[in-house]
């Protein structure tokens, strides 16, 4: 067995005693580690893809049936090209700042909780490189995935499913969701990790509303030019 010392947790446990060690056990802890990270990698480009090709597939069918000549065609598949790469270049955003949010901020306050706990408790903190990588993906790809919802709130404002007076109606509910899927995503049962990653949700949920309420009133404007 030998004792390393994950990168992430260099800074965390700069201050801590020396007896916080973590173990990697057997001998092909590093090829599994390398396929379950690359798996779960592949799995969120796939649903990431997934989903701008749902997008895609909607434009196609709400606007593009409607074409009465060749070049009202182009035009609107160009306009599908260029929603396709904002929409995709939005949720990459979104994605790499969640995914930075739980690396950089979730993750060390999750190796801080987990210390102090088996402090409090007078237990040996030992995690094994496996179990560090699991906690670190679920965080990485939960927070980048949940950053997006933002995005599924705005496209279904903007083909008329939802309404930002339905969005405000019932806001707290949301709260409350929010807070459920903050602690559903944090390995800890803290309340300090749980409203850390919870704060970015909402005011991420504000924005939406804002952003859905102007798509209203842009098309309340277009059917009045009609």
Known sequence: VRKVHPPNLVAVLHHQPLHHKFLLGGNFSHDLLKRRLMLRANNSRIRL?????????????????????????????????????????????????????????LMPNTIRISIELAENFDLGFMWTVGKYYTTLTWLVLGVGASFEFPLVIVLLVWIGVLSTDFLRKYRRHAIVLIFILAAVITPTPDPITQSIFAVPLYVLFEVAIIVGSRIEKRKAADLAAL
């Not at 909607?58 to 090209?81: D, I, Q, S, V």
């Open 49 to 105: 893809g997934f989903d701008l090709s749902l997008y895609l597939l909607y434009l196609y069918l709400a606007l593009g049936l409607r074409a009465l000549n060749g070049l009202h065609y182009l035009r609107l598949l160009l306009l599908c090209l260029l929603l396709f790469l904002l929409f995709g270049l939005c949720a990459l955003l979104l994605f790499l700042t969640g995914a930075a949010f739980g690396f950089f901020l």
